[in-house]
Every structure is written in C-alpha cells, then in structure tokens.
C-alpha cells in the first residue's frame, strides 16, 4: 500500500534556527497538507497545498512558514525561526482529487531547545 | 465556522463492552465526516468515513444530522482497540478540522 514518507522522525534544534521538515506525499496525489499535535494537543491544521500553490492556511501559519514542492516528489516545511513553542509532531498528508480522506505521513518529531 | 466536538478526553471499557465515543460537529454546509485512529506512536490512520457507511474493525459510525453528531460505536471492545480517535470534518478536499480526541482504554 503506497505510504506519505516523512524525514527525519525526530530533529532536534535550537531556538533560532531554521529547519526543513520534509516529507514524499503519494505519487499520484495532488493535494498536500501539513498538520501539527503540540504534545498532549489535538491534530491542528497549518495549510494545504494544491497546484503549486497555496489554497488554505491556519491562523497558526504565519510568517515563520512556508511550504514548497521543489521537486515533482517531495513537499516541505519550513520554519524559518523556531521558537520552543513550535515543537510539535508535524504531519504531512496527502490525499487525490475527488476522494475525501487523507493519508498521513508518520510525523516528524520536532524539539525546540 | 466548522467545529468538532468530542466532550470525552478519556473513555475506558472492560474487554467485550460495548463502546461509544462521541463526536458532534457544527457546519452550515454539508460536511463530510471521518474517524481517525492513531495507536501508540504510530501514525494518524482513517478508520471510517460517513460517506462509504462501511464496518472498520468492528467499528460502525452514522451520521446524524439532526442531532449533528457521528458517534463511533463497537459492539464489543477488545483490547488492541486501546488508542486515540479523532473526529474530523472535512468541508471540501482543501482542509480538515479535528476534534481534541478520545483515548479509548479497553482493560482486560
């Protein structure tokens, strides 16, 4: 069963710092979302992406982001200047035109020092 | 706005109970409703969603739009049902709103 890949599982990074959380959605897929879970949080939606664009994004989303699909496999997620409350379990998503339901990346861990 | 409730942080069940975890939702349009679960350290995985009305794992769910609510229900909880469930709303393809999430216990 095709599988949303995310790398690295865990980073660890100081405040400041900028990190690139990247992720290989479905092959077929044209719809990308990144979501985060603040420990002990519920799921929380940051933004999808849609023909290489923007099409939505959180409250949550601000400056400090952006989102990019270099490449025709991998979709990213940077933050330029973490903070420590930005240390969350960020997932990627993916999901087809027309079918409803995403399919979830196995998050990567990111600690704020 | 779209929102999604569940009013149960924890639910625990003895082996073989029935379960029932709740979700309530408000939304002006149409929504478009899932379960997910996510086991202990795994990923995120859709359980059900209302439109296919399909059985996952024992675990049936209906939506009810006048009460606006898709509860989540097993006849019979095992064990290996221990995990967090999340409802979402989805009102197009372009985002989905979770609920804060239930941890179902099923104690032996």
């Known amino acids: 069963e095709p599988e949303v890949t995310q790398t690295p599982s865990h980073q660890v990074t100081q405040m400041g710092q900028e990190v690139i959380l990247r992720c290989v959605p479905i092959?077929?897929?044209?719809?990308f979302y990144w979501y985060r879970q603040i420990l002990g949080q519920k799921v929380e939606f940051l933004v999808s992406f849609y023909n290489n664009e923007i099409s939505e994004k959180s409250e949550i989303f601000d400056d400090q982001f952006s989102v990019e699909r270099p490449d025709g496999s991998n979709f990213t997620l940077k933050i330029r200047s973490t903070k420590l409350e930005d240390s969350a379990m960020y997932f990627c998503a993916s999901s087809t035109t027309g079918l409803p339901g995403y399919t979830f990346g196995s998050g990567t861990r990111l600690t704020v020092v | 706005a779209q929102r999604v409730t569940q009013p149960e942080k924890l639910l625990s069940v003895f082996k073989g109970a029935p379960v029932e975890l709740k979700c309530n939702y408000s939304y002006s349009g149409s929504p478009e409703l899932f379960w997910y679960v996510q086991y202990s350290r795994q990923r995120l995985q859709l359980l059900l969603r209302?439109?296919s009305r399909e059985s996952i794992k024992g675990f049936t769910a209906d939506l009810n739009k006048g009460e606006t609510s898709f509860h989540l229900k097993k006849p019979f909880a095992q064990e290996e049902d221990s995990a967090m469930y999340y409802c979402?709303?989805?009102?197009?393809?372009?985002?989905?709103?979770f609920g804060a999430g239930t941890r179902l216990t099923v104690k032996p």
């Open positions: 979402a709303l989805s009102r197009n393809n372009n985002d989905m709103r």
């Open positions: 092959s077929n897929h044209l719809y």
């Open positions: 209302h439109i």
